[in-house]
């Protein structure tokens, strides 16, 4: 999956133009902003971090049919696609870690960024009717310097500085929260939490809830569980499963490389033609048995390793999601 022999073979499915126009430039990189000493500043060096999303080796969005998907490798269409990123660092020759200062927009705030995959194709029945194409890219400043690396969690933190106060961010009210934490479908109903990361798909004709009842998109919704305390106080919620998880490439080259959110991988060993229980899909439930295959795909652990280990919802091995990958720029 990581080879050159695929990165290559992904490269070259498409020229640049049609990759562009299939994923709505979804196609993910690390790029700096301008080139050269004339782009550094004061502020910082500016860089621009974008997310894409493909299945295997082909890109896909709202408009593009998602093949082979799942233990029976079926077709499927994307329903929705989001996840919050936050403490963004780029790696230098060192290996040291070098935090991204965000730009504070719509879509980032404090150090949380929103990234919507929806790409505006497909028409009114696709999945962009109610949501076009929002954002795929981060922008921040790092100071002047080579990096050779990136590294960002996928999650939102329980609560950073602003402005010299301590805001809480995973659990606050969504009437009062700061854009990109007030969307709505990003949150859950109980304890005003977020939802990390959102993938939905809609297998062709459809699946069976282990009532015979029918069903038409299968989802994973990642966040944390098992959470105590009052938001509604403005209380630093604890949750026993944090499930959040840090994605790390110390030899990423953005100049040749791209990181790619892989569907294939996220479902690979989901049977999405059935629903066996709890939630439809895995909503994060640590009792629902499809969110053991695909905490498993994420890389996190859906209970404790063993009795008294208390690993529950913390990454199976730091800075790995086999998720995400990194491949050659087309």
């Not at 709505?24 to 004339?38: C, E, H, Q, R």
């Not at 990123?85 to 230098?92: A, E, N, P, Q, T």
């Not at 194709?121 to 795929?136: E, F, I, M, Q, V």
């Not at 998880?245 to 033609?273: I, N, W």
């Amino acid at each position: 999956m990581h080879g050159a022999r695929i990165d290559m073979m992904y490269a070259r499915s498409m020229s640049g133009r049609a990759f562009r126009r299939l994923t709505g430039g979804l196609a993910v990189g690390l790029v700096l902003a301008a080139a050269g000493a004339s782009a550094q500043t004061s502020k910082g060096q500016p860089v621009a971090i974008s997310f894409g999303l493909a299945v295997a080796d082909t890109p896909v969005g709202c408009g593009a049919p998602l093949t082979a998907l799942g233990t029976g490798r079926v077709a499927a269409s994307l329903n929705d696609a989001r996840l919050y990123v936050s403490d963004l660092k780029l790696i230098d020759a060192r290996g040291g870690r070098v935090p991204v200062k965000l730009t504070r927009n719509e879509w980032q705030f404090a150090d949380v960024a929103l990234i919507d995959f929806k790409d505006g194709r497909g028409g009114r029945t696709g999945c962009s009717k109610d949501n076009p194409a929002k954002n795929t890219t981060v922008v921040g400043t790092v100071p002047k310097g080579r990096y050779a690396g990136i590294e960002f969690t996928v999650g939102v933190p329980a609560a950073a500085e602003v402005d010299g106060k301590q805001v809480s961010l995973n659990h606050s009210n969504l009437e009062t929260a700061p854009a990109p934490l007030d969307i709505a479908v990003m949150n859950w109903s109980w304890q005003a939490g977020r939802k990390f990361m959102l993938a939905e798909v809609n297998p062709a004709g459809g699946f069976k809830r282990q009532d015979g009842s029918p069903a038409r998109t299968w989802m994973v919704h990642l966040g944390s569980t098992g959470c105590k305390g009052n938001p509604a106080t403005g209380e630093i919620i604890a949750c026993a499963r944090p499930n959040r998880f840090v994605v790390t490439f110390e030899r990423f080259d953005p100049r040749s490389q791209l990181v790619v959110l892989d569907l294939a991988q996220l479902f690979a060993g989901s049977d999405l033609a059935t629903d066996k229980g709890g939630a439809i899909g895995c909503m994060s439930d640590p009792s629902d048995p499809e969110c053991t295959a695909i905490f498993q795909a994420i890389g996190l652990n859906l209970n404790e390793t063993k009795p008294g280990a208390g690993d529950e919802g913390r990454q199976t091995t730091p800075g790995r999601s086999p998720i995400f990958t990194v491949r050659a720029k087309p």
